[in-house]
């Protein structure tokens, strides 16, 4: 999520490792393989800048155990249906504004290939 400086507050958790289950293969559901998530949520930080209390912001511990229970929970075909369900999970679960995720799935196995990462982004909002 390196971007230029934000133009709202933000907690970014980076390089998060998790060994899942998911793709559409079978021996990707079989055998499995690592993860690697980063993620934005914008919300509004003043009260816990001003305060310093961890009451008056989100945990990073909790937000990790969110998107490791999707990552290494029930397995899904798609990237994007991984990051659609961290997005769903945190936007219901905190009290954020938008989620950014980056899902990648470093070597995919695609046949004579040479790649680093297969890469998925989204960004979603909270709907008023």
């Known amino acids: 999520m390196k971007d230029d400086f934000p133009k709202t507050d933000r907690i970014v958790l980076e390089g998060m490792r998790f060994y899942g289950?998911?793709?559409v293969n079978p021996e990707e559901r079989?055998?499995?393989q690592e993860y690697l998530v980063d993620l934005a949520v914008?919300?509004?930080l003043r009260r816990a800048g001003d305060s310093d209390?961890?009451?008056d912001t989100i945990s990073y511990t909790s937000i990790y155990r969110a998107v490791r229970d999707v990552m290494e929970g029930e397995p899904r075909n798609l990237l994007e249906a991984a990051a659609q369900s961290i997005a769903d999970r945190l936007?219901?679960?905190f009290p954020v504004d938008s989620v950014a995720v980056r899902v990648k799935k470093p070597h995919p196995p695609i046949r004579g290939s040479v790649i680093e990462n297969a890469t998925v982004e989204i960004l979603r909002r909270?709907?008023?």
Do not use: M, P
């Open 42 to 44: 914008e919300i509004d």
């Open 91 to 93: 936007l219901s679960e």
């Open 30 to 32: 079989v055998l499995g």
């Open 21 to 23: 289950f998911h793709g």
């Open 126 to 128: 909270r709907e008023n």
């Open 53 to 55: 209390r961890l009451e």
